[in-house]
């Protein structure tokens, strides 16, 4: 099936809309400024509004089902948060407005600050960077100046795991740095060995992802951190799958010196194509001064009578702006409401359900999906898409034929260390029925993969598109736009 | 699965053949299986260019993946295959023929001893899986 494009279903004369006569003298434009055609679709309102509820509906989205995509923390949103981020005093405030008008937003940034801060451990928030990327970017150049700040400049290295998230290298070569890459251990842990061997006075920092990306919490995280600070270095902790430690670990308590956040993560705002993203950054105090400018701040204490008065404040060393304005605002409402929602109690339980799902699922699947690195796994798991009796079916296969059985594929490929790695993260918003639908699925799978291999091979067979050329679309970057003239 | 005899390997799965002082470099045929697709081949040293063990010399990059190609041992660079960026698909079909990637005059013959024979990366390939 292939649906028409909005020229397709373009009609001569067509109209959605009908222009008034004008009321003033007529003139015409110079006919050098003139165009021969202008070619745009003719068609009413309701063909407009037809076509584009239909391409909706096509769609699958967190809203329509599982959607168990590894480290990037799927979970559903609450529409609570979206009636809240609708009221007139948030949603209809400008950016450049006086602070005095706009006391309830910096109240509530400076809530977020204050409540991201005693979430993971650390003393000072930046609720800047517009996503979990920019949120490394801040950080890698918060490292960068602090090193530079004491006239250390021979640190030019930055450590990245194996089982990192593949921005943490981006980020670090995007900031000037050399990276060097760590092997994992048997376990799924840093290479204790190998970091203690590539550890000395050139090493900036190290990029730890911790869970990592084969949802295993590093054993020896006290120690890869003393480390890499006995040897100078500062600890990058990539919050990404913060979903697996809310009120159970503080990140700063163990000793990682920034961490971003990332609110379409962990606190349930829009994630993947829903909505901006959202990447806060979290120091310890010694690095508090080079957050980005502005923070929100009380300027002004509370008094007996009066609300504190907040406005912005620039930290001393500030590494200067990561983006206009304030961030994100509107996705500071969302995750300030759902933090709220829950509270300390409910933000614990939020990770408890997500290691308890991740964990029933790898139960009801591990004996069928082999799991390289055999640990209890945290809110993610990695297995492998791939058996050696049947060398023809590939992870890619059964992420396709997934789609038949009405669920969105799990992330593949990646964590690279794992073969036909297949990354699987339910979140805690799903049900136990839910979970059971999709191992079941899993399990016919596996089935099919022996009894009729051409099912997945072919699949999906269900979806508006069948399998697309990846190939193709890898090597003829062409994007064409049909337009009525080009024929 | 490929492993020609006269080939000497690296744990990274780049081979390099010695004619003399020259070496030719290009990634295994384990290497472009495991890969799948290749997409998308990017030299990234020129000729006359000296390179050291271990620099950087391509970006091989595939459906799946993207990875890097290092040379095991130092030289001079004397020549780099040009074909390989309008037909990647070269490493699938032919990976230790016409996808070789690089050419170099040898710099220091003993960083060769550290590389395995056909048999050693035989057996290295079979316990990585399949």
């Keep these: 099936m292939t649906e028409p494009t909005i020229y397709e279903l373009s009609s001569a004369g067509r109209t959605g809309v009908r222009f008034p006569e004008p009321d003033v003298p007529l003139t015409h434009l110079p006919q050098s400024l003139m165009r021969e055609v202008l070619p745009l679709p003719e068609l009413s309102e309701v063909d407009v509004i037809r076509h584009f509820t239909h391409l909706s509906s096509l769609n699958y989205c967190i809203d329509s089902g599982l959607y168990p995509l590894g480290s990037c923390t799927m979970k559903y949103n609450p529409k609570i948060n979206e009636e809240i981020a609708r009221l007139e005093g948030f949603a209809y405030t400008h950016p450049l407005q006086p602070e005095s008008t706009i006391q309830g937003n910096l109240a509530l940034m400076y809530d977020l600050q204050e409540t991201l801060k005693e979430i993971a451990g650390f003393a000072a928030v930046t609720l800047q960077p517009a996503a979990g990327a920019q949120g490394e970017f801040t950080g890698v150049m918060i490292i960068r100046d602090y090193h530079r700040s004491r006239g250390d400049a021979k640190r030019t290295k930055i450590l990245i795991p194996d089982s990192a998230h593949g921005t943490n290298p981006a980020t670090s070569a995007m900031s000037g740095f050399e990276v060097v890459p760590l092997p994992s251990d048997a376990r799924g842990n840093v290479d204790l060995a190998k970091l203690r061997e590539v550890c000395d006075d050139t090493v900036a920092g190290l990029m730890l992802t911790n869970p990592n990306t084969l949802g295993l919490f590093d054993e020896n995280v006290i120690e890869v951190i003393n480390i890499v600070h006995q040897a ?55 690095l508090a001064d080079f957050l980005p400018t502005p923070l929100v701040g009380i300027v002004e204490k509370a008094t007996a009578d009066l609300p504190p008065l907040y406005g912005f404040i620039k930290p001393p ?166 337009l009525p003239d080009d024929k | 699965m490929n492993v020609p005899e006269n080939l000497k390997y690296t744990h990274a799965d780049e081979w390099l053949s010695i004619d003399g002082n020259i070496a030719t470099l290009g990634v295994t045929d384990y290497a472009q299986d495991q890969l799948s697709d290749i997409v998308f081949v990017e030299i990234t040293v020129e000729k006359g260019e000296t390179v050291k063990k271990l620099a950087h010399v391509a970006t091989i990059e595939s459906v799946k993946a993207a990875a890097d190609v290092n040379s095991p041992i130092s030289g001079k660079i004397t020549d780099i295959n040009e074909s390989l960026s309008n037909t990647p698909e070269l490493v699938n079909n032919d990976p230790f023929g016409q996808a070789w990637m690089v050419k170099f005059e040898i710099t220091d013959p003993s960083e060769l001893t550290s590389l395995m024979d056909a048999k050693a990366y035989a057996d290295y390939c079979s316990t990585r899986g399949h």
Aim: glycine share 10%; net charge negative; with cysteine.
């Design chain 1, 317 to 482: 060393k500030t590494i200067g702006r990561v983006k206009s304005f304030f961030g994100q605002f509107g996705m500071f409402v969302r995750a300030y409401t759902y933090i709220r929602m829950h509270g300390p109690e409910g933000l614990r339980k939020v990770s408890e359900y997500a290691v308890l799902n991740a964990n029933y699922l790898l139960a009801k699947m591990g004996d069928v999906y082999h799991l390289p690195y055999k640990r209890t796994c945290m809110h993610e798991f990695v297995v492998e898409g791939c058996w050696p009796d049947i060398p023809e079916i590939h992870a890619l296969d059964i992420a396709k034929r997934l789609m038949d059985y009405k669920f969105h594929p799990p992330t593949n490929y990646f964590p690279l260390i794992v073969h036909e790695a297949l990354m699987i993260e339910p979140t805690e918003t799903e049900s136990k029925q839910s979970l059971d639908a999709f191992a079941e699925a899993m399990l016919a799978i596996a089935k099919e993969a022996r009894e009729t291999p051409e099912l997945l091979k072919e699949a999906p067979h269900d979806t508006p598109i069948g399998r697309l050329d990846e190939v193709k679309a890898a090597k003829e970057l062409v994007l064409c736009c049909w």
């Design chain 1, 232 to 286: 100078g270095g500062l600890v990058y902790g990539d919050g990404a799958n913060l979903n697996a430690l809310l009120g159970i670990v503080r990140p700063g308590d163990l000793g990682i010196d920034i961490m971003h956040f990332n609110l379409h993560k962990t606190f349930s705002t829009p994630h993947g194509g829903g909505g901006p993203g959202s990447g806060p950054v979290g120091v310890s105090a010694h």
